[in-house]
């Protein structure tokens, strides 16, 4: 070969390679560029919504069961621009996608992401099939109809219940079938928005009217032996159901046969599109729960949710519906399912004022979401369990919240992984508390007035609320509603005297602190009063 043939050889062999690179970095550019997919992440017993990479705090809200088609959704988005949320949950029907075997309809849930993506929310939504509220009324009319193929629930006298039994295949086989299909969708057209970043899967399950299902299913499981995953959970010692559980038995089996069924629908789902996802679940009485069957046997209660985390764990989290406005319940609600093993949200709460100041206590308790239910303005309230009407007076204290918070969710959503954030909500009983933050003390009172020290009276409804976020040594990020917060020295500051070195009033815009105006004097003298007016203090404390 001729000297300039070899240099030339030379040179187009780089470029081969030069080429083979850019290929290769071309086909590697879409995974570089696409941004994770929503996925919860734990450490150290604490737990953070990670959306497209970022900490996301769902300050959420649902609309009406019966809300969720295209004509209801002009009725929906004036109502969620209102109260600032930044994720909505919203049901997809099995009857709505599948009204005949086989034959599905997405354009709902086409509509629905195109007009999410238009008001910059992102979505829940809620699978409604085998079990909405303990029946199957959103089941396609060629299942709820059919009681041969898709048998419900037998009680202990023979009599039937309008729940379907979580032991037929059958069931099964045809609502795992169709969440697929939805996921696949799902996947097809939000594969790379992640409008959608997460999904309840069924509503409200369990049953009421019995502990168990009478089939002779139910009467073979509790003879079989627990399954070990549930030993592990529960520290008990191995055998039968009877053996193990005795009076509860009937309630702790039926408990894992409905977790395990709606695991495998989960789980199908998650094989084609790898979303969060959980189950909510009807409370029994915290105190006074009576029987299994005057609440929803079978769900995920308190009393069982070791079972469910066990028996289920495609679900990335048990999520409470909170109806309980009194604040020894809500707070004991808060206390059970705020685990190392199950992240808190609360996917529905209700819509009246008393409500909405549980959103602090919520994140104090480490939750990645607050949603109040029914918020739309399509004319339905679910009174008693909420506000008699929605409308805009109805949306102002929820508002007030979101307002506060959406700016700054992000840090709050860190500042709560990285165990750097406390929140309470006001009591009935008491009007003082008592926050630990370590080197300070921080003491809430609610029903003062601005100027003064009289003793707290508490609010004439109980509507205060306080977080407080670390951000440096001695430096906090303090808000709030109806209440009032000073510090004293605490920790390794103990018996010495605090004062404020500084406390500014500003906001955050674009994630960064923009500075508005330093309080001090009667701003100060009597503690840091936060009103109605939503605003963040950043407070640097000192001593003497």
């Not at 088609?69 to 919203?90: K, S, Y």
């Not at 086989?173 to 299909?181: H, L, S």
């Not at 604040?327 to 709460?349: C, G, M, Q």
């Not at 407080?468 to 018996?495: K, M, T, W």
């Amino acid at each position: 070969m001729k000297p300039h043939s070899n240099h030339r050889f030379r040179r187009m062999g780089r470029w081969s390679l030069l080429l083979a690179a850019a290929a290769c970095l071309a086909t590697a550019l879409p995974a570089i560029a696409a941004t994770p997919l929503p996925r919860l992440v734990s450490a150290h017993g604490r737990h953070m919504l990670l959306v497209d990479g970022q900490p996301w705090l769902m300050l959420g809200a649902q609309v009406n069961n019966s809300s969720a088609w295209p004509a209801m959704l002009p009725e929906v988005w004036p109502a969620m621009d209102a109260l600032h949320v930044n994720t909505v949950q919203v049901p997809i029907a099995w009857e709505q996608i599948e009204p005949s075997e086989g034959h599905f309809d997405f354009s709902f849930l086409d509509t629905l992401l195109s007009q999410a993506r238009e008001h910059h929310v992102r979505l829940a939504l809620l699978w409604f099939a085998t079990w909405k509220n303990n029946g199957p009324a959103y089941a396609p009319a060629w299942v709820k109809l059919d009681n041969k193929r898709f048998p419900r629930v037998l009680k202990k006298d023979g009599d039937t219940l309008d729940s379907l039994s979580p032991f037929a295949a059958s069931t099964l086989d045809a609502d795992r079938a169709a969440f697929t299909a939805l996921m696949k969708h799902l996947r097809a057209i939000d594969g790379e928005r992640h409008t959608v970043i997460m999904v309840q899967v069924e509503n409200e399950s369990g049953t009421y009217g019995t502990d168990r299902d009478y089939s002779t299913a139910g009467d073979r499981l509790l003879q079989s032996p627990v399954p070990a995953a549930v030993l592990a959970k529960t520290g008990r010692k191995a055998g039968s159901w009877t053996a193990v559980f005795g009076k509860d038995a009937a309630e702790f089996s039926y408990a894992w046969a409905i977790a395990h069924y709606i695991d495998q629908v989960a789980a199908a789902g998650k094989a084609v599109y790898d979303l969060p996802m959980y189950a909510n679940v009807a409370l029994r009485d915290p105190f006074h729960p009576g029987p299994p069957g005057g609440y929803a046997s079978g769900g995920p209660t308190d009393n069982v949710l070791g079972i469910w985390r066990a028996a289920a764990p495609a679900l990335d989290l048990i999520a409470p519906d909170i109806y309980l406005p009194e604040y020894a319940k809500y707070t004991a609600v808060l206390d059970r399912y705020s685990r190392s093993d199950n992240p808190l949200f609360i996917a529905e709460t209700g819509s009246a004022a008393p409500y909405a100041r549980y959103v602090f206590a919520a994140l104090g308790h480490g939750a990645i979401g607050f949603s109040p239910f029914g918020m739309d303005f399509t004319g339905y309230s679910n009174w008693p369990l909420g506000a008699r009407k929605i409308d805009a007076d109805t949306l102002k204290p929820f508002a007030l919240d979101y307002e506060l918070l959406r700016p700054i969710a992000s840090l709050v959503a860190k500042a709560g992984f990285e165990g750097k954030l406390w929140g309470v909500s006001e009591p009935e009983q008491t009007h003082t508390q008592q926050i630990d933050l370590g080197a300070w003390q921080a003491q809430v009172g609610y029903g003062l007035p601005q100027f003064g020290m009289p003793e707290a009276k508490g609010n004439p409804t109980p509507q205060g609320g306080v977080l407080i976020v670390q951000i440096g040594r001695d430096e906090y990020l303090v808000a709030g509603c109806h209440a009032r917060v000073s510090f004293q020295p605490a920790g390794r500051n103990a018996g010495k005297h605090a004062l404020f070195e500084r406390v500014e009033e500003g906001r955050y815009v674009d994630g960064q602190w923009q500075f508005l105006r330093v309080w001090n004097g009667d701003q100060t003298d009597w503690g840091l009063n936060l009103t109605s007016e939503p605003q963040w203090l950043r407070v640097k404390l000192a001593t003497y």
